[in-house]
T-cell receptor, first 118, second 113 residues
Framework: NAGVTQTPKFQVLKTGQSMTLQCAQD?????MSWYRQDPGMGLRLIHY???????DQGEVPNGYNVSRSTTEDFPLRLLSAAPSQTSVYFC?????????????????FGPGTRLTVL | AQTVTQSQPEMSVQEAETVTLSCTYD???????LFWYKQPPSRQMILVIR??????QNATENRFSVNFQKAAKSFSLKISDSQLGDAAMYFC??????????FGAGTRLTVKP
């Protein structure tokens, strides 16, 4: 298994440009999520999905869109990049059950994408 | 909303010594998990140890152990016999039945030879 993969590893954008960060997993995990990591703030949840066709907002969703058309893929879209979106982005996945059942499964993280918006 | 606080931005330990990293959290839920993740310069997030809130026994993984105080909402990580490879950022994290994960701001651990 490749685990959780992210592309690209690095990206530089100009303000107002759009782009999609790709995330894929080959472990048949239902739950996938996107985080951003800023200095001194740890990781903050942007969006998450508990299964194909289902997405929801996390702590900091503004400026980002997601979709989940397949179990394997969970792309993150920046429609109009802003300098405040300069960050390191992590995708993660795990087996997960909706409906309030606490999953004990390990969460796996991708290698991260470093995004700079000028 | 749940919050996770790591009050030590930086810590330093001598090789082969023991160091304890602190973490406190705030929640009104009774069922949850707590985690410690290690992030080396490669940026990869590596799970170090996990604690289920319903378990009274503290989790242990080789040189890593936790001191889980549920009533005090405290979850510290003890690293024994510190090694140079332990140098990294360490993040404390909380996850509830609603599946989202909250992270602390991190503690940068330096190991001196």
């Amino acid at each position: 298994n490749a685990g959780v993969t992210q592309t690209p590893k690095f990206q530089v954008l100009k303000t107002g440009q759009s782009m999609t960060l790709q995330c894929a997993q080959d472990m048949n995990h239902e739950y996938m999520s996107w985080y951003r990591q800023d200095p001194g703030m740890g990781l903050r949840l942007i969006h998450y999905s508990v299964g194909a066709g289902i997405t929801d907002q996390g702590e900091v969703p503004n400026g980002y869109n997601v979709s989940r058309s397949t179990t394997e893929d969970f792309p993150l879209r920046l429609l109009s990049a802003a300098p405040s979106q300069t960050s390191v982005y992590f995708c993660a996945s795990r087996k997960g059950l909706a409906g309030g059942v606490l999953s004990r499964d390990t969460q796996y993280f991708g290698p991260g994408t470093r995004l700079t918006v000028l | 909303a749940q919050t996770v606080t790591q009050s030590q931005p930086e810590m330093s330990v001598q090789e082969a010594e023991t160091v304890t990293l602190s973490c406190t959290y705030d929640t009104s839920e009774s069922d949850y998990y707590l985690f410690w993740y290690k992030q080396p310069p490669s940026r990869q997030m590596i799970l170090v140890i996990r604690q289920e809130a319903y378990k009274q026994q503290n989790a242990t993984e080789n040189r890593f152990s936790v001191n889980f105080q549920k009533a005090a909402k405290s979850f510290s990580l003890k690293i024994s016999d510190s090694q140079l490879g332990d140098a990294a950022m360490y993040f404390c994290a909380y996850r509830s039945a609603h599946n989202d994960m909250r992270f602390g701001a991190g503690t940068r651990l330096t190991v001196k030879p």
